[in-house]
Structures are given as C-alpha cells and as structure tokens.
C-alpha cells in the first residue's frame, strides 16, 4: 500500500510539496501586516487617551479585530508597548541616518537646527504616540521605563551627530551636550503644541535661537571635555 503523500513513511511532508515554501511566506507576511495594524491602531488609542488608559480591547475595536485575535500576536498592553517601543527606536533610527548625512551635519549651527527642529516637530505632528511616550509620566513604573528607554534612544542619536560635527568632544561631553539638547527640546515643544499658529511660529523659532547658542558654545574646542582639534579643522559655525 503507497503511504499518503503527507506522511513520513512517503518520505515527503506537506512543507516538501512545490509551493508550500510561498503558501509559508505569504502567511508570515499577513501576520506582520496584522501585527503592524494593532500597532497603528494602539498608536490612534493612546494619541487619544493616553497609555495609562488605553486598553487591549479599545485596540482591537480600533484594528477590526476581535480582541481573542489580537491576542495571538500581543497577549497584553505591555507587549503592545514593547512592539511600538521597537517600532519607534528602529524607525527613528533609519529616520535620521537617512536625513542626517554627513554634509548635512556639517552644516552651519543655524541650517543644522533648523532642518533639525522642523524634522521633529513634523514628526510629533504625525506620530502623536511617540510624543505622548516620550513625555511618560514617572507615576507609571512601566510607562517611565518606556519613556527612559526613548529618551536613550534619542540622546544616543543627538551624540552620534556630534560625534561627526565636532569630533574633538570627548565622548562624555557629546552625552551631555545630546542630554541638554533633548531636554531643552522636550520642555519646548508642549508649549508650541499648546499655542495657535503663530504663537506657536515664534515659540518655534526661539526654540531655534536657543539650540543654535547652545549647539555653537557648547561644542568649542576650548570647553572643558575637548581635544584639541587637527590642524585646519574645527567646528562649523
């Protein structure tokens, strides 16, 4: 008697069969596809009411989904938090490395901010969530080691590009340098996000202003936590 194809006995498996590879390939990419929709509908939720309370049942309504779905790929709000977590990291990571190129960091301070600036407030606009995480209260255990987790993520992004503007920092002085930036930055932007247009403009632009001071100061060759650069080299203005 010839064993069912399927069976060990035949020697073949269901994955041996042709186009089992791409039935499995196709299956997989439906699951990121699926996976992406719960994090854009958790991104829709917590822009709304926040992390603290946003539910995994809120999320599933959002993503057309029945929350026993949403389980088999998130089984609770921490994981979902973990997935955006990873998804703003790597994304804001490619985000810069692809607007922040060499000759663009070489910039003058004034053009550098500017770009810089505009880059994020766009983004805040578009991405509500990540502000609302970045912004996490420290009352939240959870929320606060997320929030910690992003700022890392950020002031490591804001080091690296001092590390290619001024290499004379010694790598100290760029954490501290980054550190600065994004908490000036983080204090900032709630106001112009508060304000009607103009106002908002002109909060804006002395955000400019002050990073512009800050950047060009900070990164002197005479300050304390310096090098002394090569010959013929320096900061730009």
Known sequence: MTAPANSPASGTTAGDRPGAPRRAVRRQARGLRRMEEILDAAEEVIAEVGYPDLTTNAVAERAGMSPGSLYQFFRNKEEILDGLLDRFTDGRSAHWQARLTGDVVRMPAAELIDRVVDEIVAYKAARPAYWALLHGSATGDRLAEASERLHRDVA???????????PHLGQERRLMVATMMLATVRAVLPLVAAEPGERAAELTAELKSLLTGYLTTSTAPDRPGTDRPPAGTGTPP
């Not at 490591?156 to 001024?166: E, T």
């Open 156 to 166: 490591r992004h804001i080091a690296g590009l001092l590390a290619v503007r001024a």
